[in-house]
């Protein structure tokens, strides 16, 4: 297998030479303030007016079409509460968190029990681009272009037992560098959680750069989760701990709020959220709002997993 490091994923000039090739490849696959999230604040205004979209996504699309975000906006319009509750300030304040060097440890129900360095995943899992929509709870979306590898690639290679029924995701707990830790409302360290089956579908990968560079603080780095049929708060950021369990975990959004975050949170047009609706979303950088996609457009891939469950029930 071809090593790659870190460093040598695509330089974001050369990002769409490389894209070709993937393609040609058959590679690239066919397939406010907590506003939504928090529970403090009762309105999902989400606020992105003055962002000013560039036309740098270098023609990149995802497999509906839809162009990709440009990098400026994906790099100035966050969620991150461990930073802050602010969108537009997670950008500045998010570049002190130290994230070099960084271990990630694959532990609980699994015969290979592992602690590895970020680097070391990226040479052992070669890196794929991935370009996906991400839907945030609140009702806002962006289209990313992510470099990273299938979860499952991770899984196998830890072997669950089969007692592992899910996986648990941990973000580092650190609030000297956190600041957003030290706010006592919130259970930290954030965890997340999917059903082991979930986490071994292709299309769920850890991150380990966008638009061909290191994955930006503001977005988790140095590696997070991208589950992309679900709400984007699955989707944990800077990620030390990832372990097989057997009973359910719960979700730090689901703790915050159970009746408004349910554990599967799948993107659904047709399940408001008890205080707005799903059905339409606002893809930043476009006027007026457009319809929502059920799990978020990806049916197709990963309806399958959810045959015969009541999505009401199972919010
Ligand atoms: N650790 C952690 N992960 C997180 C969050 C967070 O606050 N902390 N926010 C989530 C939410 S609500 C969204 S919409 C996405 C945003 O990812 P982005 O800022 O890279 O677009 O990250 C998710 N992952
Ligand atoms: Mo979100």
């Not at 579908?201 to 994955?215: E, F």
């Not at 930006?216 to 140095?222: F, H, Y």
């Not at 703790?255 to 979303?281: D, I, K, L, M, T």
């Amino acid at each position: 297998m071809t090593k790659i490091h870190s460093s040598e994923i695509t330089p974001a000039g050369v990002y769409f030479n490389r894209r070709s090739f993937m393609k040609a490849a058959g590679a690239l696959l066919a397939g406010s303030a907590l506003a939504a999230c928090m529970p403090r604040t009762p309105s999902p205004a989400e606020g992105a007016a003055g962002l000013t979209p560039t036309p740098s996504n270098l023609g990149l699309t995802d497999e509906l079409g839809n162009p990709a975000t440009p990098l400026d906006t994906i790099l100035h319009y966050n969620n991150y509460y461990e930073v802050t509750d602010s969108k537009e300030g997670v950008a500045s304040l998010a570049q002190k968190l130290s994230t070099d060097p960084w271990a990630v440890e694959v532990t609980g129900l699994v015969r290979n029990p592992k602690t590895y360095a970020v680097d070391d995943l990226n040479s052992r899992f070669t890196p794929e681009e991935r370009i996906y929509r991400l839907r945030c709870v609140e009702g806002w979306s962006m289209v990313i272009p992510w470099q990273g590898f299938p979860l499952a690639r991770l899984l196998r290679e830890a072997e669950p037992m089969t007692s592992a029924k899910f996986v648990k995701f941990t973000t580092l707990y650190d609030p000297k560098q956190l600041r957003g830790q030290a706010d006592h409302f919130y259970s930290w360290p954030y965890i997340e959680g999917l059903r082991l089956d979930e986490a071994e579908h292709d299309l769920a990968i850890l991150a380990t750069a966008l638009y061909g560079q290191p994955l930006p603080k503001q977005d988790g780095a140095p590696i997070r989760l991208v589950v992309p049929w679900k709400y984007g708060f699955k989707s944990i950021k800077a990620i030390t701990r990832i372990e097989l369990v057997e009973e359910q975990p719960v979700s730090f959004w689901t703790e915050a709020a159970s009746n408004e975050y349910g554990f599967y949170s799948n993107v659904n047009p047709e399940v408001p959220h008890p205080r707005w609706s799903q059905a339409s979303e606002r893809r930043i950088g476009e006027l007026g709002r457009r319809p929502t996609l059920k799990f978020n457009g990806y049916a197709d891939e990963v309806g399958q997993l959810y045959a015969g469950m009541d999505l009401v029930a199972n919010y």
